[in-house]
């Protein structure tokens, strides 16, 4: 798996956690709607470590909250 799409996924499992929109997220991270669903739909390849962290903020968790999960743990070498 690539790493944009582990982040992906992580976004959409943490929004059906807390069962909230994307909208709602943007709102709550005080981000433009636009910036997540460019992360969510590839038009974001590469998302700034800050809007990661405003995004952990805006759902009261640690980045190493977000990132610590398997399929984080399990991403293959960028560098090969």
Known sequence: METINAVKNRILQLCGQRNISINKLATMCALPPSSIKN?????????????????????????????????????EQEIK
């Open 39 to 75: 992360i969510l739909y590839g038009k974001s390849q590469n998302p700034k470590l800050l809007t990661i962290k405003m995004i952990c903020d805006g759902l009261d968790i640690t980045l190493s909250e977000f990132f610590s999960t398997p399929e984080f743990d399990n991403l």
